[in-house]
T-cell receptor, first 114, second 114 residues
Framework: AQSVAQPEDQVNVAEGNPLTVKCTYS??????LFWYVQYPNRGLQFLLK??????LVKGSYGFEAEFNKSQTSFHLKKPSALVSDSALYFC????????????FGAGTRLFVKA | DAGVIQSPRHEVTEMGQEVTLRCKLI?????LFWYRQTMMRGLELLIY????????DSGMPEDRFSAKMPNASFSTLKIQPSEPRDSAVYFC????????????FGPGTRLLVL
């Protein structure tokens, strides 16, 4: 069965500092991995995805994520946080065995302080 | 493209009343997902359609919930009768096809059942 874990409910970081939002996953086949962001009163927006290829994936708004197969992780990173990055971040996983269902993590709330 | 459109954006109703939520897919997309988001349970997949056909409705909480896709671009989620515990934000998301990875979310309908 597929599952995804976001171990931190909340991450606090100062503006200008690097940020990391953690995600680990479990799938039967090869993983398709995603990060989505949700701003207040809005739907989820796609940030980036890993399907195959380079383990470092670059996405929108300067975010990137690193796929680590041995650690079954897909942590979201940004070198320099902005106050406007404050939002709820969801990691999601789907496997490549033909299943349609994408499983979302519980979400991590990111607070960036000025 | 206008993106996924949901209506209404907010709905306040009394227990026992029927509630109908509406979703218009992005043109050319043929996979549709209905999700429910609450603080307690996070983001839950309710039902998934592909080419207007319900593929998996195992997430639908109970018989009070029903979803239809009368044509390729439109879906409804109905709750009858509604209960206070149905209060949540309901999102629909569309995808270009079953083998495409990225889902595009609507802005959500915030439902409050009194």
């Amino acid at each position: 069965a597929q599952s995804v874990a976001q171990p931190e409910d909340q991450v606090n970081v100062a503006e200008g500092n690097p940020l990391t939002v953690k995600c680990t996953y479990s799938v039967s086949g090869n993983p398709y991995l995603f990060w989505y962001v949700q701003y207040p009163n809005r739907g989820l927006q796609f940030l980036l995805k890993y399907i195959t290829g380079d383990n470092l994936v670059k996405g929108s708004y300067g975010f990137e994520a690193e796929f680590n197969k041995s650690q079954t992780s897909f942590h979201l990173k940004k070198p320099s946080a902005l106050v406007s990055d404050s939002a709820l971040y969801f990691c999601a996983v789907r496997d490549d065995t033909g299943g349609f269902k994408t499983i979302f993590g519980a979400g991590t709330r990111l607070f960036v302080k000025a | 493209d206008a993106g996924v459109i949901q209506s209404p954006r907010h709905e306040v109703t009394e227990m026992g009343q029927e509630v109908t939520l509406r979703c218009k897919l992005i043109s050319g997309h043929n996979s549709l997902f209905w999700y429910r988001q609450t603080m307690m349970r996070g983001l839950e997949l309710l039902i998934y359609f592909n080419n207007n056909v319900p593929i998996d409705d195992s997430g639908m909480p109970e018989d009070r919930f029903s979803a239809k896709m009368p044509n390729a671009s439109f879906s409804t989620l109905k709750i009858q009768p509604s209960e206070p515990r149905d209060s949540a934000v309901y999102f629909c998301a569309s995808r270009q096809g079953p083998n495409q990875e990225t889902q595009y979310f609507g802005p959500g309908t915030r439902l409050l059942v009194l």
